[in-house]
């Protein structure tokens, strides 16, 4: 445990208040034991009440990148869906935590990353539990991304006592979980928005522990329904027909694939015309020499008719 450097100057005041106060009973009122002993009680009870104000234990934290710590000590006050305007602009998941005078007032950040965005807003001091507190009080907001891409806002809002805001971040900042972000002074508020889907490991009234309580844990790298269902629909899954063979002697699994689905078709062969049949030569007319030839062949004359 240590006392926090934005206590320094509290501290000092608080001291110089105690010893001018006590010097001035002593001095005016020596014989008044009574007084004396009720201012040293008191002086004593407030010098006690800033030094626990300003605690800072030293944490030790190992961080998960899917977990959610919570930013402050305090009391669940907020957790509900509504829409964060100022830099989301959608639905997202609230948790609020009330920090009392009691509580340590150190600031952390839940996640490790990259801040992307830091903005002050100057504003009224309503009380810390006011639903209006987180949009109207003075505050400041912070947006930090991780290194899976998400983005987590939180809020430091001062109330009706609490009237300092102190914050260690700007833009472009690589912080890291459970390191101090900022400190606010005497009580207020933390708001921090998350994803749609994440899992909320507190409950309403619950005390939690600033940099030790898990408040949630980001869901990161999984597939929605509806995203699962597109890769199957766009998926090809070719028809094939299954049987068994006893071919060699031992049951065989044979697949068939279907040809003409995978094949494309091809292309139908025009049919060759049908042969035509051979026409027979015409044989030649003989010549009117020809004839004359054998006209004038003489004719064979018997011997008979010579006698």
């Not at 507190?133 to 430091?156: A, D, K």
């Not at 766009?234 to 697949?255: A, M, Y």
Request: hydrophobic content about 40%; overall charge neutral.
């Amino acid at each position: 445990m240590t006392f926090h450097k934005e206590g320094y100057t509290s501290l000092a005041l608080t001291v110089l208040f105690i010893f001018v106060l006590n010097a001035l009973i002593s001095f005016y009122f020596p014989d008044a034991h009574v007084v004396k002993w009720i201012v040293y009680i008191l002086s004593f009870l407030l010098f006690v009440t800033i030094v626990q104000f300003f605690r800072s234990p030293v944490l030790h934290i190992s961080a998960e990148e899917s977990q959610v710590l919570c930013p402050a000590d305090g009391k669940v006050v907020v957790i509900e869906e509504t829409e964060e305007t100022e830099f989301f602009k959608d639905r997202r998941i609230q948790l609020s935590v009330f920090m009392s005078p009691v509580n340590v007032h150190v600031n952390r950040n839940p996640i490790s990353g990259v801040v992307k965005y830091f903005k002050y807003h100057p504003g009224k001091y309503l009380v810390a539990w006011h639903p209006k507190s987180s949009t109207e009080n003075e505050r400041t907001t912070v947006v930090t991304e991780n290194s899976e891409g998400t983005q987590i806002l939180f809020r430091q809002i001062a109330g009706a006592l609490a009237r300092r805001i102190v914050w260690y971040v700007k833009e472009g900042d690589v912080v890291e979980q459970g390191q101090q972000f900022g400190f606010i002074k005497f009580g207020s508020r933390v708001d921090i928005f998350l994803p749609l889907g994440t899992k909320i490991n507190v409950e309403l009234n619950q005390v939690v522990k600033g940099g030790r309580t898990v408040l949630a844990e980001l869901l990161n790298n999984v597939a929605l329904p509806s995203e699962t269902s597109d890769v199957v629909e766009t998926t090809h899954i070719p028809d094939v027909e299954k049987s068994l063979s006893d071919e060699h002697g031992e049951p065989t699994l044979v697949i068939e694939h279907d040809l003409e689905k995978e094949q494309p078709a091809e292309k139908p062969v025009a049919k060759a015309a049908p042969a035509k049949k051979p026409v027979a030569a015409a044989k030649p007319k003989p010549t009117t020499a020809a004839k004359s030839t054998t006209a004038a062949k003489p004719k064979t004359v018997k011997k008979s008719e010579k006698k």
